[in-house]
C-alpha cells in the first residue's frame, strides 16, 4: 500500500500564490532588462559609446537622468568595451535647492562625480518677463556651461537622458510652432563642432521610466525655476499626444517609428531630395545632400 501512495500520491498540492513582495520584485525585474535592452539597443544602432570613451552623464536630479546612470552603470558591468562614467549636475542656485541630495546620493554608489555651479537661474529671472517661459533660455545657459566643462574633463560623449517621448512631442513642437520638421537624434555632433552628444534612452517610454524611479526610490529633485507654467507648449504637445494614445492605443509607437523611417523624396525639401534631376528617363534621384542635425 505505501508504494502504491508513492506512486499515486494524489493531487499535487497547489503552488502557493506569489506575495506582493515577490511579484513586485518579479515587475522591477521585467522593467529593468527591458530597460537596458532598449539603451543597449539604441547605443549600438548609433554606435553612441565606442571603447575608451569617457561618458559625462548629464544629471538633473529627475527621474530620466537618474534612469539613464542607473541603466549605463549597469551595462557598464557587462558591456563589452571599456568606457567610463562620470555624473555631472549643474547647480543653477535656484531657491531652496537641496544641494546635499545628489552628492550624498553619488557617494553612497561611489560614482565619480562633479557639481558645476554657475548662477543661471539670476540671469533668466533678470532677463524673461514674468509670466513668459523660460525653458528656452534656461537650457542654453546650462547647455554651454556643460559643453565647456566636459572640455575641462576631457569627455567624449555627453549623454542627456532624453527619451523616446521627449523625441516625439520636438517633433510635434517644431512643426505646430516652428515649421519645421525635425526632432531630437539620438546622437549629434554640437554646435562647437567638438562636443557629441548621445541620448541612450531614445527608444524608453517615459512611463517606464516614471515606473522604474518609483521602484528604485530615487531621490528626485524637482525643477522650481519654471514655477507652474502649465500652458507651456511643450505641455499642451504632451496633452494631446496623451489624449491620442488613450483613445488609439500604440499611435505614438507607430509616430516614432515614422521618425526612424523617413522618405525624402516623398516630402518637399529641395535641399533634402534632387528634384530638379527628376526626369522621365531617370527615375528617382538620389538625395542631394545628407541631412545635418541641429541642436534645438
Given amino acids: 500500500m505505501s508504494d502504491l501512495v508513492s506512486i499515486y500520491p494524489g493531487k499535487p498540492k497547489a503552488e502557493p500564490q506569489a506575495t506582493p513582495e515577490r511579484k513586485q520584485k518579479l515587475e522591477f525585474n521585467k522593467l529593468q532588462k527591458r530597460l537596458r535592452r532598449q539603451v543597449g539597443t ?53 531657491p531652496g535647492f537641496p544641494e546635499h541630495v545628489l552628492p550624498a ?37 546650462r547647455r554651454g556651461t556643460l559643453y565647456s566643462f566636459a572640455d575641462e574633463i576631457g569627455a567624449t560623449k555627453i549623454a542627456l537622458g532624453h527619451h523616446r517621448d521627449d523625441i516625439i512631442e ?51 529633485i524637482p525643477c522650481n525655476l519654471c ?15 496623451n489624449t491620442w494614445e488613450q483613445s488609439h492605443p500604440g499611435r505614438l509607437e507607430t509616430i516614432f517609428s515614422a521618425i526612424c523611417n523617413v522618405a525624402p523624396s516623398q516630402l518637399a525639401d529641395r535641399n533634402l531630395f534632387d528634384f530638379l534631376a527628376l526626369t522621365p528617363n531617370a527615375g528617382e534621384s538620389k538625395p542631394a545632400n545628407t541631412i545635418q542635425a541641429v541642436e534645438l
Fill in 42 to 94: 539604441a547605443i549600438a544602432d548609433f554606435d553612441m559609446i565606442s571603447e575608451g570613451d569617457k561618458v559625462m552623464v548629464c544629471l538633473s536630479g529627475g527621474k530620466d537622468s537618474y534612469g539613464m546612470l542607473d541603466v549605463l552603470l549597469g551595462l557598464q558591468k557587462t558591456a563589452p568595451i571599456k568606457f567610463d562614467l562620470v555624473a555631472v549636475n549643474m547647480d543653477q542656485k535656484q
Fill in 105 to 141: 546620493y553619488l557617494e553612497k554608489l561611489g560614482v565619480e562625480y562633479h557639481v558645476v555651479e554657475k548662477d543661471t537661474y539670476s540671469i533668466v529671472k533678470e532677463l524673461v518677463p514674468e509670466g513668459k517661459t523660460t525653458c528656452g533660455l534656461c537650457s542654453r545657459l
Fill in 170 to 220: 520636438t517633433l510635434f513642437l517644431n512643426m505646430f510652432y516652428g515649421g519645421k520638421l525635425k526632432a531630437m537624434p539620438p546622437k549629434l555632433l554640437a554646435d562647437n563642432g567638438r562636443n557629441v552628444l548621445i541620448r541612450p534612452m531614445a527608444y524608453c517610454k517615459e512611463k517606464d521610466l516614471a515606473a522604474f524611479a518609483e521602484m528604485r526610490e530615487f531621490p528626485i
Fill in 227 to 241: 514655477g507652474s507654467q502649465e500652458n507651456l507648449q511643450r505641455q499642451v504637445i504632451k496633452e494631446m499626444l
